[in-house]
C-alpha cells in the first residue's frame, strides 16, 4: 500500500499518534494508540517468547535507561558515536553529509529502475533483467557513477575524513532541496547521545546520558547475571527497551526516531568460536522473520562496509519498506570489545571462569538487534492491503491488515447482531465476558454488521463472533474468518479453544 495511506491508516485506526500533537508535533517521536500498543506489545511478546522462552541458554534482563556516565566514555559512544554533518547557509536547513550522497544515488537508481521497467514492459517475458542490467550502456553509465560515490563516501567515512565528504557533496553538485543552493558549511561530527543532569551534582561529573542502545546496560551486568543465573558459555542476555539517538535526519514515520524500542540480545562465546555463532544468529534471526509471514522476497542480508569500532563482522537484515529495501535488524560479531573495555575503565575483572578449559579469558559476543518500532513498521507494510472482497462479484474492495494472527492486535471481536434487542446484548457480553479472560476481545454493536466487519478487517483481527438469534436458541455463534471470509457456526467454547490454538505463539514459532 502506498506510503502515505498507510501512515494516515495508522492515525484512524488507533495505532500511531504524532506525539505533542496538540502542540503542532514533535519532529521524529510518535506514541502509540490503543491498537498500537497491543501490536508493539505482541511484537515484544513474540521476539521475547523465541529469545528467552525458546533457549534454555538465553535469560532476559530490564536495565536502567540512566547508567553511569564513565560507560559511555568506555562503550566508545562519547568519542565515536557521532553522524556526519553539514549545513546549508542559505536555507539554514541541516543534513547528514552521508544521507545527501545516498539520496543522490537513490536518485540514480530511481531512473534506473525506470528504464529496467520500460524495457520489461517492452520485452515482456523474454526480458532478461540481469543481462540488461549488465549491457545497457546508459544503465552501466549510471550504475558507475552510483559506485563511484558510494565508494568515495565509504572511504570518507571509514576514516573520519570529513573534508573528504564536503568536496564529495560539491563534486557531486548536490543541492539543498529547500534552498536549491550549494553554499554548503563544511562537514563536522556530531554526538547523536542526549543528555541531562543529575539535580544534586553540578557540572560534567552530574551529566547523564539517555542510553543509545540497550546494550551497555547487559555488558555492564554480565557478572551478575552469569553468577546469579549460573549459565556456562555459550550464552545468551535478552533485553527489550528504550533508547535515544539525536537523529539530525529524521524522517520516515517511525523508520528512524529521536526515542524508540530495542530488543538486543548479546551472545556470550569462547574466543574464536565468534564466527560460528555470527553465521548462526544471522541464518536464525532470518527465520524468525520468516516465521512472522514475510515473504523472503521482501527480505535480504546486507553486509556491512564500514564496521563499527566494535565489530569483526556485521550484516544487517533489510527489509523493503514502502521507501526501498533499508535495515530492519543489525547481527554483530562484537568482539571482546566492550568487556575489556568495562574491565578497563572500572578497575574491576570482568571475565568467565570455563570449567571445561580450566581457564580465565574475556568472552567474545555476538550480537543480534532490532527496533521494535521498525519491526512495528514492517509488520504493518507487510499487512495493511486493500484488495477485492473474497467471493464477491460486484467488484468491491476492503482494507485488511493480514498480520498473523499471533500478533493481532485484537484477537477477536463480539458483534450482537442488534443493538437494540436487549436479549442478543445480554447473550454478546456473556461471550464477551468468557473470552475476555483468555485474549484482547472488543465488543462492538454500533452500525450495521457489515460496517463491523470492515472496522474489524482494518485493524486485523483475525475472528469476529456474531450472535444472532439462533443463539438465543441452540447457544451456537457464527465465527467469520478475517482471510478467507468463510463462516462457521459452533459454541462458545469452541470458539474460544480454537481462537486459543489459532493465535497462539505456538502456531508460528
Ligand atoms: N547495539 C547495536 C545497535 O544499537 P544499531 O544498528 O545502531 O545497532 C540496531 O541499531 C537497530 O535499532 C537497528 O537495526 C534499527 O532497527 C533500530 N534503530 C536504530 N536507530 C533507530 C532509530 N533512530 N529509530 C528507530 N529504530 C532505530
Redesign the pocket.
Known amino acids: 500500500m502506498d506510503f502515505k495511506k498507510l501512515v494516515s491508516h495508522c492515525k484512524e485506526y488507533g495505532f500511531i499518534y504524532q506525539s505533542s500533537e496538540l502542540y503542532d508535533g514533535l519532529a521524529a517521536v510518535y506514541d502509540y494508540g490503543p491498537n498500537g500498543v497491543e501490536l508493539k506489545n505482541n511484537i515484544k511478546n513474540y521476539w521475547w517468547h523465541s529469545m528467552v522462552r525458546m533457549h534454555n541458554n538465553i535469560v532476559g534482563i530490564d536495565s536502567a535507561i540512566f547508567m553511569h556516565p564513565k560507560i559511555w566514555k568506555a562503550s566508545g559512544h562519547v568519542d565515536a558515536f557521532n553522524d556526519p554533518l553539514v549545513d546549508n547557509k542559505d536555507s539554514k536547513k541541516r543534513y547528514r553529509a552521508d544521507v545527501l550522497v545516498e539520496d543522490y544515488c537513490a536518485k540514480i537508481e530511481g531512473k534506473i529502475q525506470k528504464d529496467v521497467d520500460k524495457a520489461a514492459k517492452r520485452f515482456g517475458n523474454s526480458f532478461d533483467e540481469h543481462q540488461f542490467r549488465t549491457t545497457n550502456g546508459r544503465i552501466l553509465e549510471r550504475q558507475a557513477k552510483i559506485d563511484s560515490a558510494m565508494s568515495k563516501l565509504n572511504t570518507g567515512l571509514a576514516e573520519g575524513d570529513m573534508a573528504a565528504l564536503k568536496l564529495l557533496i560539491e563534486e557531486l553538485e548536490i543541492a539543498c532541496p529547500v534552498s536549491g543552493t550549494k553554499n554548503w558549511t563544511d562537514v563536522r561530527q556530531f554526538n547523536l547521545m542526549f543528555n541531562t543532569q543529575l539535580g544534586n551534582i553540578s557540572g560534567e561529573e552530574g551529566k547523564l546520558y539517555l542510553r543509545?542502545?540497550?546494550?551497555q546496560g547487559i555488558f555492564v551486568n554480565f557478572l551478575n547475571v552469569q553468577k546469579t543465573s549460573r549459565q556456562k558459555i555459550p550464552f545468551g542476555i535478552a533485553q527489550i527497551g528504550k533508547?535515544f539517538?539525536n537523529?539530525i535526519v529524521?524522517r520516515q514515520f517511525?523508520?528512524?526516531?529521536?526515542e524508540?524500542e530495542?530488543m538486543?540480545m548479546q551472545f556470550f562465546v569462547r574466543p574464536g568460536t565468534e564466527m560460528e555463532w555470527y553465521n548462526t544468529w544471522k541464518e536464525s534471526r532470518m527465520e524468525w522473520h520468516k516465521s512472522l509471514g514475510t515473504d523472503a522476497n521482501n527480505l535480504r542480508f546486507h553486509d556491512h562496509e564500514n564496521l563499527a569500532h566494535y565489530a569483526n563482522a556485521a550484516v544487517?537484515i533489510e527489509f523493503k519498506f514502502p521507501f526501498g529495501f533499508k535495515?530492519?535488524?543489525?547481527i554483530?560479531s562484537r568482539t571482546d570489545f566492550d568487556l575489556k573495555q568495562h574491565q578497563e575503565y572500572s578497575g574491576r575483572k570482568v571475565q568467565y571462569f570455563d570449567p571445561e578449559l580450566n581457564e580465565n579469558y574475556t568472552p567474545y559476543v555476538v550480537?543480534t538487534?532490532?527496533?521494535c518500532?521498525?519491526?512495528f513498521l514492517a509488520m504493518v507494510s507487510n499487512a495493511l492491503v486493500e484488495e477485492p472482497v473474497p467471493g464477491s462479484t460486484d467488484g468491491s474492495t476492503r482494507i485488511v491488515m493480514k498480520l498473523p494472527k499471533a500478533i493481532a492486535p485484537v484477537k477477536a471481536a463480539v458483534l450482537p447482531l442488534l443493538k437494540n434487542d436487549e436479549t442478543l446484548v445480554n447473550a454478546a457480553k456473556a461471550v464477551l465476558g468468557q473470552l475476555k479472560k483468555h485474549c484482547q476481545v472488543q465488543y462492538d454493536e454500533k452500525d450495521a454488521i457489515g460496517r463491523r466487519y470492515r472496522r474489524q478487517d482494518a485493524i486485523g483481527t483475525p475472528y469476529c463472533l456474531t450472535i444472532d438469534h439462533q443463539t438465543l436458541e441452540d447457544g451456537t455463534l457464527t465465527l467469520r474468518d478475517r482471510d478467507s471470509l468463510d463462516q462457521s457456526r459452533l459454541s462458545p467454547e469452541e470458539a474460544v479453544t480454537l481462537i486459543n490454538s489459532e493465535t497462539s505463539f505456538a502456531t508460528i514459532c
Do not use: N, Y
Open positions: 543509545p542502545e540497550t546494550a533508547a539517538r537523529e529524521a517511525i523508520f528512524r526516531m529521536r524508540f530495542q538486543e544487517d535495515e530492519l535488524e543489525g554483530h550480537e538487534s532490532i527496533g518500532d521498525r519491526m
